[in-house]
């Protein structure tokens, strides 16, 4: 038995601190005792309490541990005269005697935390067993069988959890597993099921034997002694390896401990009358309200889990445990209405009567999770506040994006997998280059465009292709950030594909795909499968696009209910990124409120376009250069028209050019020379010009305002272009709304916004003056490097907003190129360096703290000033809430996201209240 320490407890004698909480005839505690508790005794004590059937037990309390801890593993001294008490009225319960030799009472010993750690910590059953109560056992339950098969599984688990007989490595043997399969093999048996009790009784001797010459002592035979070194165990596995690092995976502090669950052992394997299963008060991959689960009889809740024998449907019960089966009946609907929540819970069956082992919270899919949240708010058991808080923002993805059919899926060849970057399924050809996309598609052919990484080249492959794949960049390389805007699937930097552009094929992990091969990819996890897996749009998509009537689609009603829901309690706006009027269109009905990120050279990769900007770019002075600026003029004020009336008078933010050079710069030989062509000059001059242009890294060279500050013609006929438009449309026969903001990218110094500013403001001048009209517009800067963030106070003298660009400011905070995260990022995640992409979720500590440095000094200046955010993680849950509270007004992000990001908005602005 473990030493019982004789410090004294944390309170006086006169007021005992009590570590022992029971359930059963008499029940101390309640679900809301959780920190003390932990979930599973917390919500055994609730069952208890309102008279379900729990076999009876108690709970040795998280304080003990935080005491084991702090004391070198021992233990309170009031504990054992505490826990032997329980004991004595837990066997008073069950009409049995702990250690008694005739009648013996049987516990199980198991972990639980406050949040449910699954697998992590360790447990004991059919703890109590000796060499003479394992007879007892086999008199009352008329089984030796049954009795020596519990005791050499107790012997086991025993010898392994508390005794360390455990296999020497990974690759080695379980030595019980040995000595079991040593026996079946002599006695030319196949399954554990065949042993005769004589045989099971010679087992014990053999696993008693190991324990000793293993350890250099005896298998304990005092049950007390048992029982204290379970409890011991169980504690002890509160640091264990996989429970360290689940902890850390799921931010699940150390200082809160486990407690200890001791409990009356009930057994399904009793008889035909007997039995054990799993249920869920709902089902929890669609949702809907039908009882779902399995169950074996004659069986012990391992065997349900372990797949000895294949489970039943719960619905069997109805015929064959009728009686049981009405009995659980009222446990579902009675835990439902307790726990206000789907229920995942264990029971038992021992010679007819029925046991409740343990309820949680069940793990759901995200439609389930939307399901289960508004129906149980239609049947009046939680409120909307409550529903919304019970939905992963996230989950609302799953009903938008195109679904791969789940049973192809599972069979489906997983070839490897890459960073997910675009949610949804896709499947189809797998095409190497944009032209071979469109070719493809053109036959009528569903495609994955295929690329190492792409460039503006791409483009027009990436719109004809279901999906992308690149085996470089990050969630926010040039791919992931137009598939996501594009609504595309994509999985970037899957690292273990090799692409060999000659040949054409794609190999990794030892296969190998031709171009015109099928390929799958799953881009909400980021696996990619080799053939082809069907998939099709969403009803939600369908219904918004006007393809499907809403009244046709109850996952359209599920979606809108949230969404209505949401709206009414977010206080964050939502704006999105969008660059085209279609996109601008789907944001719109997706319910995004204005513009928040316009990418004004996105509008530059189409078709012709590109030429004429590369034209542009390649000038060698503002001759040429205007000569180029003035065919682009048309086409951006054409965009504008557009762009400002699919907005209807919502704000509509344009960020002036911000091109890394090289995106717009063909590398190709063969383009190169086509564009000399189409130029009309000569091959060696645009090689020279792109020569002369080369930066050895363009994220950090002539791009945003330098670019404009440089080239002003640049900034003049952007804003000429945006006023034009707005013009245009104000004086239209049927005048629209419109609310330009112009931005200025890529700012550090006051100095630079004022340059541009003030070209901005004498366009607008000459344009009102020649248009014969006033109108009003915003001119603010994105905060995208730190610089801009700290000297925030200086830079709102000049902008009247704030657009956090969280994509550079991420790249140039951290001094890590965002194109670059495949390389490192696993190992960086496995040695929890990273705990999330800096990419994806905002780094609140490092990134989070200069957007709080610039929110709070950019207001000292300009109280009124607007704050928004545009890079990627505006549509990220997590990164929302901080937006939320740091005070921003909105946050924009891509059309597909802009649904969860309404959701999202919605639980910060809750909890925040809360
Ligand atoms: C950003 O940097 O966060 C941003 C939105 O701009 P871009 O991604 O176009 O650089
Ligand atoms: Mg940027």
Not at 588 to 613: K, N
Not at 774 to 787: I, L, S
Request: glycine share 8%; hydrophobic share 40%; charged share 25%.
């Amino acid at each position: 038995m473990k030493k019982i320490s004789d410090s004294s407890t944390t309170k006086s004698s006169s007021q005992k601190t009590r570590y022992v909480y029971n359930f059963g005839e008499q029940t101390d505690g309640n679900a809301s005792m959780r920190e003390l508790l932990g979930g599973k005794g917390a919500n055994l004590a609730e069952m208890a309490a309102i008279g379900l059937p729990v076999p009876p037990g108690f709970t040795v309390s998280t304080d003990v541990c935080t005491y084991f801890y702090a004391h070198g593993r021992s233990y309170p001294k009031t504990l054992a005269k505490d826990v032997e008490v329980a004991v004595k009225s837990v066997a008073k319960q069950m009409k049995r005697e702990f250690g008694g030799r005739d009648n013996p009472l049987l516990v199980s010993v198991r972990s639980g935390a406050r949040d449910s750690m699954p697998g992590m910590m360790d447990t004991i059953l059919n703890l109590g067993l000796n060499d003479e109560t394992v007879e007892g056992l086999a008199s009352i339950s008329d089984n030796p069988r049954f009795a020596w098969d519990c005791y050499r599984r107790f012997i086991q688990m025993y010898g392994d959890v508390v005794m360390g007989v455990q296999a020497l490595n990974e690759e080695s043997e379980c030595p019980f597993h040995a000595l079991l399969d040593n026996m079946k093999t002599s006695l030319g048996k196949e399954l554990d099921n065949e042993l005769t009790a004589e045989e099971l009784q010679e087992l014990v001797q053999r696993y008693k034997k190991l324990i000793a010459d293993k350890t250099g002592k005896s298998f304990p035979q005092d049950v007390y002694e048992q029982l204290w070194g379970a409890v011991g165990a169980v504690f002890g596995s509160w640091k264990n390896d996989r429970a360290i690092l689940y902890r850390s995976q799921y931010g699940i502090p150390a200082e809160w401990g486990t407690a200890v669950n001791i409990q009356a052992m009930v057994f399904g394997n009793a008889g035909d009358d007997s039995g054990t299963g799993v249920a869920f008060t709902r089902d929890p991959a669609t949702g809907e309200k039908v009882f779902y689960g399995e169950y074996l009889t004659n069986a012990q809740g391992e065997d349900v889990v372990a797949g000895v024998r294949t489970p039943k449907p719960i619905a069997a019960m109805a015929k064959e445990l009728p009686k049981n089966f009405t009995d659980l009946e009222k446990v579902r609907t009675r835990l439902e209405k307790h726990f206000k929540d789907m229920q995942d819970f264990e029971f038992t069956i021992e010679n007819g009567r029925l046991f409740i082992l343990q309820t949680r919270n069940g793990k759901r899919t995200g439609l389930a999770a939307i399901r289960i949240a508004v129906e149980l708010n239609k049947e009046k058991l939680i409120d909307q506040k409550t529903a919304l808080l019970k939905i992963p923002a996230e989950s609302v993805d799953t009903l938008l994006v195109p679904v791969f059919d789940a049973k192809a899926q599972k069979e489906a060849k997983l070839i490897c997998t890459g960073l997910p970057a675009g949610p949804g399924a896709a499947t189809g050809r797998i095409a190497f280059t944009a032209a071979q996309a469109e070719i493809e598609a053109r036959k009528g052919n569903k495609v994955i465009l295929c690329r190492s990484e792409t460039s503006p080249d791409d483009l027009k492959g990436m719109l004809h292709s279901q999906g992308i794949l690149t085996t470089r960049g990050g969630v926010s390389s040039h791919a992931a950030l137009v598939a996501r805007q594009l609504g595309k699937v994509c999985i970037c930097g899957a690292a273990d594909i090799t692409i060999n552009y000659e040949r054409k094929t794609l190999t990794a992990n030892g296969i190998t795909l031709k171009e015109g091969d099928y390929i799958s990819i799953n881009g909400t996890t980021g696996s990619v499968y080799q053939g082809l897996i069907e998939s099709a749009d969403s009803e939600v998509k369908r219904v918004l696009e006007g393809t499907m009537k809403a009244s046709e689609s109850y996952t359209y009603e599920l979606f809108n209910t949230v969404m209505e829901w949401s709206d009414k309690y977010r206080k964050l706006r939502i704006r999105t990124n969008a660059d085209t009027p279609a996109m601008a269109q789907t944001a719109v009905a997706y319910g995004a409120e204005g513009i928040g990120l316009c990418r004004t050279e996105h509008m530059f990769f189409e078709g012709s376009r590109i030429d004429d900007m590369r034209q542009m770019i390649l000038a060698v002075d503002g001759v040429q250069r205007r000569e180029a600026l003035k065919k682009l003029l048309p086409m951006q004020r054409k965009d504008f028209v557009g762009l400002f009336k699919a907005m209807a008078g919502r704000p509509v933010t344009i960020r002036l050019l911000d091109p890394p050079l090289h995106e717009f710069l063909p590398q190709d030989d063969a383009v190169r020379r086509q564009l000399a062509d189409k130029l009309g000059l000569p091959l060696e001059f645009v090689i020279d010009r792109i020569k002369a242009l080369h930066e050895e890294n363009p994220m950090l060279g002539c791009r945003g305002c330098r670019l404009g500050i440089l080239y002003p013609e640049i900034t003049e006929m952007q804003v000429q272009a945006i006023f034009e438009a707005a013009a245009e449309l104000l004086t239209a026969k049927k005048p629209v709304e419109v609310h330009p903001e112009i931005m200025i990218p890529l700012v550090g110094f006051k100095a630079e916004l004022a340059d541009q500013l003030a070209i901005v403001h004498r366009i607008a001048e000459q344009v009102m003056t020649r248009k014969k009209i006033k109108f009003k517009y915003m001119v603010g800067t994105m905060v995208e490097v730190p610089r801009a963030a700290i000297t925030a106070d200086e830079i709102a003298e000049h902008a009247e907003f704030f657009s956090f660009g969280t994509n550079d400011l991420t790249q140039t905070t951290l001094g890590l190129s965002r194109d670059d995260m495949g390389l490192f990022y696993d190992e960086y995640q496995q040695k929890e360096i990273y705990s999330k992409n800096p990419f994806a979720s905002l780094d609140k500590t490092g990134v989070g703290k200069l957007m709080q440095f610039a929110v709070t000094n950019g207001q000292k200046t300009r109280k009124d000033l607007k704050l928004g955010i545009c890079g990627e993680h505006a549509g990220d849950p997590d990164s929302i809430d901080f937006c939320h509270n740091l005070g921003l007004q909105y946050v924009s992000c891509s059309p597909p996201r802009v649904p969860i990001a309404r959701l999202a908005a919605a639980q910060a602005a809750l909890r925040a209240a809360k």
